[in-house]
T-cell receptor
Framework: AQSVAQPEDQVNVAEGNPLTVKCTYSVSGNPYLFWYVQYPNRGLQFLLKYITGDNLVKGSYGFEAEFNKSQTSFHLKKPSALVSDSALYFCAVRAPTSGTYKYIFGTGTRLKVLA | DGGITQSPKYLFRKEGQNVTLSCEQNLNHDAMYWYRQDPGQGLRLIYYSQIVNDFQKGDIAEGYSVSREKKESFPLTVTSAQKNPTAFYLC???????????????FGPGTRLTVL
């Protein structure tokens, strides 16, 4: 069965420091991977996606993510965190060869950037 | 929140009542989805629709119903059979949901449903 794991419920980082939000996945076949951000009482906003090609993907607001096939990971990163980055982050996966049309979401990681 | 609107923003339901959550998109997307969000559980798929007049059950469809009579609209009804409906409900759309589609989803702002 397909699954996505976000092992940390919360990540705290000081403003200006690099941040990493972790995501691992389990799918059959090649995955399509996505990161979304959610601010309080709002819908999710798309940040970036990996489909194929370069393992380092750049997205909105200075975020990037690295696809690692051997570790089945897709960690979200940013070189220098801002207080305004504080939000809930979701990783999602889609496996087109698995026979399902669904996007599978992780449980979310709350990022708190401290001033 | 893109071109997807959800209404109302807050909704209160009494025991035994059916309520309908509205979702409208002007993105010309074929596929639409309904998710339920509960703290610590991420997003769970209720229903999805790949095309007008067609929809499929997701992982937690019991107690919910949908219709897709127009491309732009995908309303969700929470029936009295849903025993624990208090949650944040999110509607989303994507260009298509074909087997090899890699398009991201666009989300509405959500409806917070509370049972009184």
């Amino acid at each position: 069965a397909q699954s996505v794991a976000q092992p940390e419920d919360q990540v705290n980082v000081a403003e200006g420091n690099p941040l990493t939000v972790k995501c691992t996945y389990s799918v059959s076949g090649n995955p399509y991977l996505f990161w979304y951000v959610q601010y309080p009482n709002r819908g999710l906003q798309f940040l970036l996606k990996y489909i194929t090609g370069d393992n380092l993907v750049k997205g909105s607001y200075g975020f990037e993510a690295e696809f690692n096939k051997s570790q089945t990971s897709f960690h979200l990163k940013k070189p220098s965190a801002l207080v305004s980055d504080s939000a809930l982050y979701f990783c999602a996966v889609r496996a087109p060869t698995s026979g399902t049309y669904k996007y599978i979401f992780g449980t979310g990681t709350r990022l708190k950037v401290l001033a | 929140d893109g071109g997807i609107t959800q209404s109302p923003k807050y909704l209160f339901r009494k025991e035994g009542q059916n309520v309908t959550l509205s979702c409208e998109q002007n993105l010309n997307h074929d596929a639409m989805y309904w998710y339920r969000q509960d703290p610590g559980q991420g997003l769970r798929l209720i229903y999805y629709s790949q095309i007008v007049n067609d929809f499929q059950k997701g992982d937690i469809a019991e107690g919910y119903s949908v219709s897709r009579e127009k491309k732009e609209s995908f309303p969700l009804t929470v029936t009295s059979a849903q025993k624990n409906p208090t949650a944040f409900y999110l509607c989303a759309s994507s260009i298509s949901s074909g087997r090899r589609t890699y398009n991201e989803q666009f989300f509405g702002p959500g409806t917070r449903l509370t049972v009184l």
